[in-house]
T-cell receptor, first 116, second 113 residues
């Protein structure tokens, strides 16, 4: 089955710096890669996603890149702000059209701390 | 506004008791999912459903069951609660296509004493 590895597990940056979180996946059939942000005590919130027919996607200060050959994808946050502090989860969708219809397998999360 | 809700938000129970966690969505989504979240493990899939009367096991389904009698609800039942089932439980839903965006409920914190 699919396996998603996420690094680093913790990341501390100064306000204004960039942050990069990396994930690798094992199943080459996966074709959907969302990123979720979870603040303390809150639900995971979808912040950006990318599909395998696209190499990069941006939304204001956040961007995601995908390298299908190497089976890895990354989240980039530029000009970080204290409110970016949270746990970030990557996930990959098992593209089994016969059954799993996109069940997400999650990485274990990265705790991002942005210091003012 | 359409949304996904969970109840109760907090629950304390004793080992061996049956517990049911409710999940209700008003988006008319076909797909519904239950995850548990534990430190060091991220989010792990317990059960999922692609429509009424459809249920499937996820990677950590032992000790849990679900039923889907309508589109809006997917209750999660712990048949005989164990301390290892102390966790935060999240329900999620999505439309019924591959790669559809998944939206999470607010979570239920369950403590089994």
């Amino acid at each position: 089955g699919e396996n998603v590895e996420q690094h680093p597990s913790t990341l501390s940056v100064q306000e204004g710096d960039s942050a990069v979180i990396k994930c690798t996946y094992s199943d080459s059939a996966s074709n959907y890669f969302p990123w979720y942000k979870q603040e303390l005590g809150k639900r995971p919130q979808l912040i950006i996603d990318i599909r395998s027919n696209v190499g990069e996607k941006k939304d204001q200060r956040i961007a995601v890149t995908l390298n299908k050959t190497a089976k890895h994808f990354s989240l980039h946050i530029t000009e970080t702000q204290p409110e970016d502090s949270a746990v970030y989860f990557c996930a990959a969708s098992i593209a089994d059209y016969g059954g799993s219809q996109g069940n997400l397998i999650f990485g274990k999360g990265t705790k991002l701390s942005v210091k003012p | 506004d359409a949304e996904i809700t969970q109840s109760p938000r907090h629950k304390i129970t004793e080992t061996g008791r049956q517990v049911t966690l409710a999940c209700h969505q008003t988006w008319n989504h076909n797909n519904m999912f239950w995850y548990r979240q534990d430190l060091g493990h991220g989010l792990r899939l317990i059960h999922y459903s692609y429509g009424v009367q459809d249920t499937n096991k996820g990677e950590v389904s032992d000790g849990y069951s679900v039923s889907r009698s309508n589109t809006e609800d997917l209750p999660l039942t712990l048949e005989s609660a164990a301390s290892s089932q102390t966790s935060v439980y999240f329900c999620a839903s999505s439309i019924g296509v591959v790669g559809a965006r998944k939206f999470f409920g607010p979570g239920t914190r369950l403590t089994v004493l």
